[in-house]
């Protein structure tokens, strides 16, 4: 973006989301410009790979697209562009089909019941859908799947960590460089606005979250309200009628039909505007190898909407980013490490994942004080307790889009949770698994209770204990935050090169050793431009 005119800007964002729209109407599952759109192989070569298309592999994207870089991006989810039969492309929260879900045949929502009755969850087709839950012993991983990657599932939160938390996270990453370059830099290309204050105070769409501040506000407690990457624009022209529902419609974790920002709309439509980027989707890159003479070559299965591998093909790349989120590049290369066609990667390499704290937990307020029927999915308040000092705690109040009165206040905290996890390879299942005991939640439900018993004690509130399939109040057994497993400065170098192959980058939250205290993407954004840029000038020899 650096140097160039709005102009060009511009320009290039509606080439790449024509390419995106004209991609959709043909039916095809890739992205190019021009005559690339035509060709329906995959080359044996390209100077530049990328393996996923979150944030990591969006930001890598774009940027070597911009310096000249031929660049091909392998993504295993689908590209959400063809409407469904509704003539949306994607389903609600509350009507959830096979869109919603990864290769399942029933919805996996971390908040399985009300009143403990499976009301929540739906049998579905098994589909290439957008939200995916992995499953390891004692912890669950929600991911998004699809062109953009957790862009598409995610509640927007664009938040940026506080100096303390970012120097525990990314102690040698230095703190000037970050604030005053890649998180401004992050911000803008990611298109993070605000919401109007007067308008929140107001509006019954965000009552829950006026509930949730006033509560914790009794109780001494701060809060903020958080920037986000939905068009508060759009969110209010659709709260006057002017314009199609999304936020105000109960559309979030299984993708928003309007008003978003994601990926697909901004870093990845910019890259692919560039003229050098093609974006193929439904393609699972297996494992990486290194010839001789340098060449990576990964090999790729193409799959269908079912999820049944089509064919498998190699291809080879000079420079290779790893963007596939926390699971999937540490299970990406440790499958290379143990199937022996990279040895030489480190032995850190699996190591420091964790849930950033995650825990979610509801509370049963009064009849008198209901949160409102009418909830936006997209969350803006922010608890802010990270002076406490049994821990830091930052806790979203959580909207719970039920089109009915629940008089539930829900929360997902976000606490400094030390524990960590290890990723290693299972060869029988050939795939990762994640070494996680049950009491490793543990301190993340004592830091959130640490905020939040008070906050009770001083609203006559109660935590809910019918939400999560059993008795238990807190959920500290899935998380949205996955982070860790390929850690910057251990699995790989001071800027993501990875340990033991040249010419290999990982890009994406598996860099962050487990936990930065807020929502994580406008970190991960950060920390992948600051990296890229390195990477170019040093490696690729190109200077912006
Ligand atoms: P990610 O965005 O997960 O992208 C990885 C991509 O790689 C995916 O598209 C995969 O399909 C693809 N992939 C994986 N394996 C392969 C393979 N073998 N071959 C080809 N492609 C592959 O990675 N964060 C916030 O900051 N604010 C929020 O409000 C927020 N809300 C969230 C709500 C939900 C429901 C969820 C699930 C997450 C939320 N997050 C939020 C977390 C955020 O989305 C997450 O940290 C980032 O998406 C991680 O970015 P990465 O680049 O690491």
């Given amino acids: 973006m650096i140097g160039m005119a709005n102009s060009d800007l511009s320009r290039r964002r509606f080439l790449g989301l024509a390419a995106v729209q004209s991609a959709a109407a043909l039916g095809l599952e890739r992205i190019a410009l021009g005559s690339e759109q035509d060709s329906d192989s995959l080359p044996s070569f390209v100077p530049a790979l990328v393996v996923g298309s979150g944030y990591g592999g969006a930001v890598s994207a774009l940027r070597l697209g911009e310096a000249g870089v031929r660049t091909l991006v392998l993504e295993e989810g689908k ?31 971390p908040l399985g019941t009300f009143l403990w009755l499976d009301v929540v969850n739906r049998d579905i087709e098994r589909f290439t859908g957008v939200l995916d839950r992995v499953e390891h012993p004692n912890m669950a ?46 911000r803008r290309q990611l298109g993070v606005n605000e919401i109007s204050p007067a308008w ?41 009628g002017e314009a199609p529902r999304s936020a105000l419609a109960a559309e979030v974790i299984y993708g928003n039909n309007y008003g978003k920002r994601s990926l697909d709309r901004t870093y ?36 269908d909407e079912s999820g049944t591998v089509l064919e498998s093909r190699e291809v080879g790349c000079r420079w290779l980013f790893l963007g596939a989120g926390s699971n999937g590049t540490t299970e990406l290369l440790l499958r290379s490490r143990e199937t022996g ?24 307020n009064p009849l008198w004080d209901p949160t409102g029927g009418r909830q936006s999915t997209i969350p803006v308040v922010g608890i802010d307790d990270r002076n406490n000092p049994h821990g830091p705690v930052f806790a979203e109040s959580v909207p719970l889009p039920a089109g009915v009165e629940t008089f539930v206040s829900l929360h997902l905290a ?17 795939s990762a698994r994640l070494l996680w005991d049950p009491d ?49 400065g251990a699995a790989t170098d001071g800027h993501g090169r990875v340990r033991g192959c040249p010419g290999l980058y990982v890009t994406d939250g598996s860099l962050i050793p487990g936990a930065v205290g807020v929502n994580p993407f406008v970190t991960i954004t950060a920390l992948a431009e600051r990296n890229v840029e390195h990477v170019l000038a040093a490696d690729i020899g190109v200077r912006r």
């Fill in 200 to 240: 929140f105070e107001h509006t019954e769409w965000y009552r829950y979250a006026r509930v949730a501040r006033r509560h914790a506000n009794r109780a001494g407690l701060d809060s903020v309200l958080v920037p986000n990457v939905y068009d508060f624009a759009h969110m209010r022209r659709e709260a006057e």
């Fill in 341 to 364: 066609s990279l040895p030489e990667l480190s032995e850190h390499l699996g190591q420091g994942w964790g849930t950033n704290g995650n825990v979610m937990f509801g509370r049963s």
């Fill in 79 to 109: 590209l959400w562009n063809e409407p469904g039969p509704d003539g949306e492309v994607f389903c609600s929260v509350l009507d959830p089909d096979r869109r919603s879900t990864w290769l399942r045949t029933r919805t996996q929502t």
């Fill in 268 to 303: 990845l439509a910019d890259a692919v505007g560039t003229g050098n980027v093609r974006i193929e989707s439904l393609r699972r890159v297996r494992s990486v190898r290194r010839e001789p003479d340098g060449t990576l070559v990964v090999s790729v299965r193409r799959i």
């Fill in 440 to 488: 490793q939640g543990q301190p993340s439900v004592t830091a959130a209770r640490a905020t939040f018993d008070p906050v009770n004690r001083a609203n006559g509130t109660i935590y809910r204990r019918d939400l999560f399939g059993d008795t238990r109040a807190f959920e500290d057994r899935f998380t949205y935050h996955p982070l860790g497993g390929c850690v910057l």
């Fill in 141 to 186: 991983i929600y991911q998004g799947r699809g062109v953009g990657g957790g862009s598409l599932v995610n509640g927007g939160m664009a938040v940026v960590p506080e100096r303390r938390a970012l120097r525990r996270a990314l102690p040698t990453v230095s703190p000037e460089s970050m604030y005053e370059r890649y998180f401004p830099r992050a």
């Fill in 414 to 430: 976000i606490t400094e949770n030390p524990e960590r996890g290890r990723f290693v390879f299972d060869s029988a299942s050939d």
